[in-house]
């Protein structure tokens, strides 16, 4: 009996060190395209791997677009947020996972802040 269990006892040992939990990770991208030839400049924060934010100001071209963020988890939320500086000109506001885009939403030319969250 003893040696039943301890035979039973190594084979779960060795059961559960053979398991790995491979979580799942995307690329992500965020991207703020200007809709029209009005000058303007915005302030852009968005989320990268670990759930920190970075900051962005000014913007003031016509296409923005973030650096790929690695290794962002699966289930993490990403949120792309803009704040005007100046200006009025409406946006389109993109989260891109692994080159296709997740979320997008186009922004009007009366509020000063927007946002978007897309879970990854």
């Known amino acids: 009996m003893n040696?039943?269990?301890?035979?039973?006892?190594?084979?779960?040992?060795?059961?559960?060190?053979q398991c790995t939990h491979n979580e799942e990770t995307w690329n992500v991208v965020y991207e703020v395209n200007k809709l029209d030839t009005n000058d303007a400049a915005l302030r852009v924060m968005y989320t990268i791997a670990g759930g920190r934010d970075v900051t962005k100001a000014?913007?003031?071209?016509?296409i923005w677009r973030s650096d790929?963020?690695?290794?962002?988890k699966e289930g993490r939320t990403a949120r792309l947020k803009v704040t005007r500086i100046n200006g009025n000109s409406p946006y389109r506001l993109r989260i891109y996972r692994n080159g296709v885009s997740l979320r997008t939403t186009d922004t009007d030319t009366l509020g000063s802040e927007y946002a978007i969250d897309a879970e990854i």
Do not use: K
């Open 3 to 17: 040696r039943f269990l301890i035979f039973m006892s190594i084979a779960a040992i060795a059961g559960f060190t």
């Open 68 to 72: 790929t963020v690695f290794d962002m």
């Open 58 to 62: 000014p913007i003031e071209g016509d």
